[in-house]
């Protein structure tokens, strides 16, 4: 995992950096993290790691230690598939909003960045037609041999479907590890039906919970509504409404991450007694430092 050390910046501007919204413009440093430079556009204020178009290696990262580790480190997952029954229950929540706005039987959904399917699961127990992609090969050989789902490891773009012939395309905590997340966006909106729905949840640094982490290479860009929503729109998308993420967490894995976030030592540790005592497995509905936000194809 990658080492976590905290560098000051200044707030002198920088050579021109390439914002995805505006391209070459003049940037602010806001962080150094781990040798990567956190910038802010002057222009349109979206904040994203500087040089992001020259990052090699990004699918390494991604590795099963990604999903899987004990240290302190607050990128990755201690354990992402022992929360499996609560990724579910998130993603079945997800999947009511998109139901309230997507008439059935027949729903047809993209999942971009999914991991190991279990939002695609989620949505076929619920009836839907599930496709996703994702950069873990790990993740997708699970998703694929032991869940039985449609995914292709790699970009969206690569992965073959009709043009718009999809009623939603979800990003569940994904654009911000994106290289280029508006690329990618004009590809769901691509493959969005007249009137499909693209849903977005991600890290809102202006939102009411402003408690978070840099965390480069991991996450790429950070997100306020605002610039979330101009990057929707260059998308060739409307948004229809942004709210507050309230999400599912054991008692265990949020103790972990309160942890790594305090850069204690021992929270698998923690984790592990709050499970011996019989506590670690109970599930508490949170509100968190994401947004949720819904956008819908002209």
């Known amino acids: 995992m990658y080492d976590r050390t905290l560098t000051v910046a200044t707030s002198d501007p920088i ?6 919204l ?13 040798g990567f430079r956190i910038v802010r556009c002057q222009q349109c204020g979206l904040i994203f790691v500087h040089g992001w178009q020259t990052l090699g290696g990004l699918d390494e990262l991604y590795s099963p230690a990604y999903f899987r580790h004990e240290g302190t480190s607050a990128v990755g997952y201690g354990d992402y598939l022992a929360h499996r029954a609560l990724h579910l229950r998130n993603a079945r929540a997800l999947l009511t909003v998109l139901e309230r706005e997507i008439p059935g039987p027949s729903r047809r959904i993209v999942d971009i960045g999914c991991a190991h399917g279990f939002f695609l699961a989620a949505a076929r127990e619920r009836g839907w037609t599930g496709y996703g992609v994702d950069i873990s090969a790990d993740a997708v050989r699970y998703a694929r041999d032991t869940l039985g789902l ?9 992965a073959g479907l009709e043009p ?15 290289p280029d997340p508006l690329r990618t966006l004009r590809a769901a909106a691509r493959l969005l039906r007249p009137g499909g729905h693209l849903l ?13 982490e840099w965390k480069p290479p991991e996450h790429l860009y950070y997100f306020s509504f605002r610039t979330l929503a101009a990057l929707v729109r260059a998308a060739g998308l409307d948004v229809r409404w942004r709210r507050w993420y309230w999400a599912w ?3 265990s894995d949020l103790a972990a991450r309160l942890w790594r976030y305090w850069r204690l030592p021992g929270a698998a540790g923690v984790a592990r007694a709050l499970d011996r005592a019989g506590v670690g497995r109970l599930a508490v509905r949170i509100p968190t430092n994401e947004m949720l936000v819904l956008a819908r194809r002209r």
Do not use: K, N, W
Request: glycine share 8%; hydrophobic share 40%.
């Open 15 to 20: 050579d021109s950096s390439t914002c995805v």
């Open 22 to 34: 505006c391209g070459p413009v003049p940037a602010v440093p806001v962080e150094m993290r781990d």
């Open 150 to 158: 449609a995914v292709l490891r790699g970009d969206i773009e690569q």
């Open 164 to 178: 718009g012939s999809f009623d939603a395309v979800a990003l569940v905590g994904t654009i911000e590890h994106l």
């Open 200 to 212: 977005i949840t991600t890290l809102d640094v202006e939102g009411a919970l402003r408690h978070y």
């Open 249 to 251: 967490y054991s008692v």
